[in-house]
């Protein structure tokens, strides 16, 4: 049986906001996993990427944003812009050296503008089912015209017991920081891990992210059966080895 894992640590914002994370020290690169849209870090993939750097002895940095998992704050009052700020907080105050950004859905799309924040830190880039620009072509006319009268989209989902919830605020912040129009600057190698049955990201945005980017050094890996989560044995395997292979040859 494994040991109970501790409490999480916590870093304080600039408005004195907490922000949960779990920090664990060792070899770098630090590997930093970026969850999706209502999830956070400890979901089945962040922790057996991070079980995977212990062994290793890799440095690895996982967090929530805030008002998500353990970190102070109202999920509502978050926005694309805002939880990639929390990001950038916890990437300056804890770490050093080069950094591996692993991010799932929302995530992902966080992860590239990371790397746009921070080019100098990031030596590579893993998506697993990212999800760049999901507030232009994840929403229909009649979403957008719900959010500009209610401010605000519930529906359910499969992926927990409260409802999914979009504000104008968060889709407004994702209209503004979209990226798939124009070539995205990112020079590091990165790895998209894509499902081709994900009913909730179309795995051509996969192929699209990969055009986009100005990285010579993309490669987009298509799993014909895989889902949105890539959460099986499987899928997990294949995370960890593209994240191993992306230390190696550093």
């Not at 102070?72 to 950094?99: H, K, N, V, Y």
């Not at 006319?141 to 104008?168: N, Q, S, W």
């Not at 490669?219 to 230390?247: E, F, M, N, P, W």
Request: charge should be negative; aromatic fraction near 6%.
């Amino acid at each position: 049986m494994n040991a109970p894992e501790s409490s999480p640590q916590f870093l304080a914002r600039a408005d004195g906001l907490r922000l949960a994370y779990r920090h664990r020290p060792g070899q770098g690169p630090t590997i930093l996993f970026l969850p999706g849209y209502m999830s956070d870090m400890e979901g089945g993939k962040a922790i057996a990427l991070d079980a995977w750097a212990a062994e290793q002895g890799r440095a690895m940095l996982r967090l929530d944003y805030a008002g998500c998992g353990a970190s102070e704050g109202r999920f509502e009052d978050g926005t694309l812009a805002s939880w990639r700020d929390d990001a950038l907080a916890l990437i300056d105050g804890l770490t050093q050296g080069p950094l591996l950004l692993v991010g799932s859905s929302m995530g992902g799309w966080l992860a590239l503008l990371i790397a746009l924040a921070r080019p100098d830190r990031i030596m590579g880039l893993v998506g697993i089912a990212a999800a760049p620009d999901f507030t232009q072509w994840g929403f229909t006319d009649a979403d957008k015209a719900l959010l500009a009268t209610e401010g605000r989209i519930e529906e359910p989902t499969p992926y927990g017991d409260h409802p999914y919830v979009t504000t104008l605020g968060f889709w407004q912040s994702g209209q503004a920081h979209r990226l798939l129009d124009d070539a995205i600057a990112i020079d590091c190698p990165v790895r998209l891990l894509q499902g081709q049955c994900d009913t909730d990201v179309p795995w051509e945005i996969a192929l699209r992210t990969a055009d986009r980017l100005r990285s010579s050094d993309v490669q987009t890996l298509l799993i014909k059966d895989g889902d949105h989560r890539l959460s099986r044995d499987g899928d997990i395997a294949l995370l960890i080895r593209t994240v191993a292979a992306l230390l190696d040859n550093r």
